[in-house]
């Protein structure tokens, strides 16, 4: 679940078109997690940060990618 809601914010953040955008959504999954961490009754892993900085960065990839395969199949 954590990766497909990053995935879903990674894609999102590139309909914005601003990198101001990737990196306001990119600090937001960082800050959230701190939360979560902070306001956890036990240990945090890791690795499920790990996670969603990979699903988010897979969102901007796909969606690039659509973008670029559109462009390349779209009739002149």
């Known amino acids: 679940m ?6 879903a914010i990674g894609l999102l953040a ?14 937001s999954i960082l800050v959230v997690f701190a939360a979560a961490a902070l306001f956890s009754a036990g240990p945090v892993p890791l690795t499920l940060l790990l996670l969603a900085i990979l699903g988010y960065n897979a969102g901007i990839a796909a969606a690039v990618g659509g973008y670029l395969a559109a462009e390349r199949f779209r009739t002149a």
């Open 14 to 27: 590139t309909g914005l078109r601003s990198v101001v955008c990737y990196a306001l959504a990119g600090c």
């Open 2 to 7: 954590i990766v497909l809601t990053a995935f």
